[in-house]
């Protein structure tokens, strides 16, 4: 199939998308029209069509879209038919709420390693997953094949950390440190600032008039 660029704001919808089928999937519907899926998912019929006409348009006219297809070739899309191996760095609060979370996996991605410097937390069992000492993390790369590292550490250790790991192989970071990384051609980097996300909330209430002042 021929290759074509698929423009971010597209990619950034597909997730929506993949939630909205799997949930449909779920209640055992097997096709939807255009129009259902537009007033379910509040976006328009034509967003819907010309999103997913990037990739070869799995409507059928007079069908509608068939839901487990859909929900199976965006998932491809995605990357979930490959299964990446994860590591988190950082096992502070949100590092190890990250490694409890377990469903993540339902989407290849597992968690197989956990590092810190803290002693006190070295040793310690998570979920199934025991926190080693983050001097071990180049041979445990070596070791395992290791897809992602999840950065749940401190802003200030988050670029020297990465670059380090990009050095022993790791190609996909998942950024929750307060900084943006950017870490050069053939590294991978999504950063997730939740605070970034509170801050939208709190002005949209601002804005919005609904916040006691
Ligand atoms: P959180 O921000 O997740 O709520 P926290 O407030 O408990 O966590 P932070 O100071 O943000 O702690 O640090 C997160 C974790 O990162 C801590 O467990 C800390 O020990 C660890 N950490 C700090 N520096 C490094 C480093 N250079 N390498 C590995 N882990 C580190």
Redesign the pocket.
């Known amino acids: 199939m021929e290759k074509k660029e698929i423009s971010r704001a597209v990619i950034k919808r597909l997730p929506r998308y993949y939630r909205y089928l799997g949930d449909l999937k779920a209640q055992g519907v097997e096709r939807i029209s255009s129009g259902d899926l537009s007033s379910l998912m509040k976006v328009t019929a034509s967003q819907i069509r010309q999103d997913l006409n990037n990739f070869g348009g799995f409507g059928q006219q007079g069908y509608g879209y068939n839901v487990n297809y859909l929900f199976n070739e965006i998932g491809k899309i995605l990357g979930l038919d490959c299964k990446n191996n994860m590591i988190v760095?950082?096992?502070?609060?949100?590092?190890?709420?990250l490694i409890k979370y377990s469903s993540f996996r339902s989407y290849g991605c597992d968690i197989i390693g956990a590092?810190?410097?803290?002693i006190n937390?070295i040793g310690k069992t998570i979920n199934g997953i025991v926190v080693q000492d983050?001097s071990e993390?180049g041979h445990f790369i070596k070791e395992h094949n290791v897809d992602i590292a999840v950065l749940?550490?401190?802003?200030?250790?988050a670029g020297?950390?990465a670059e380090e790991l990009v050095k022993y192989g790791i190609k996909g970071f998942w950024n929750?440190?307060y900084t943006d990384l950017r870490l050069g051609p053939g590294i991978v980097v999504e950063n997730v600032h939740l605070s970034d996300s509170l801050l939208r909330l709190s002005y949209s209430m601002k804005s919005k008039g609904v916040v006691n002042d």
């Open positions: 760095v950082g096992v502070g609060n949100m590092g190890s709420a590092f810190d410097t803290n937390l983050y993390v749940t550490v401190p802003k200030e250790a020297h950390i929750f440190a």
